[in-house]
């Protein structure tokens, strides 16, 4: 592994903490820097907890790029399943008992 990759470990540590600031649910975070060509880097972020996994993967020229594009990419999945949650509809049977 080249040096400037261990130069990068805090910023990988700081989009895990993000993450988990976000949703304090998420019990595991893993993030996956490639290089599956010369030219450019793959990341991969997996999140999730119980029963709902979250998985981002983007590619981009630089190292940094392609982690802040993954970074939103994931953060966006749990936004979107926090705002489902939101908006569901009441069940059948609590309407009855609140129409009572």
Avoid: W
């Avoid at 993000?18 to 998420?26: A, D, L, T």
């Avoid at 893993?30 to 983007?58: T, W």
């Avoid at 936004?79 to 949650?85: A, D, L, T």
Wanted: include cysteine; aromatic fraction near 8%; charged fraction near 35%.
């Amino acid at each position: 592994m080249n040096s400037k990759f261990s130069a990068t470990s805090g910023y990988i540590d700081t989009i895990k903490e993000n993450i988990r600031s976000v949703s304090p649910r998420i019990k595991k975070v893993d993030v996956i820097v490639e290089r599956p060509m010369k030219n450019c880097y793959l990341a991969k972020i997996y999140a999730g907890y119980s029963h709902q996994n979250f998985v981002a993967r983007k590619t981009a020229k630089t190292y940094f790029e392609c982690l802040e594009k993954a970074e939103k990419a994931i953060l966006r999945q749990i936004e979107k399943k926090k705002n489902k949650q939101k908006k569901k509809p009441f069940r059948i049977r609590e309407r009855i008992m609140s129409a009572a």
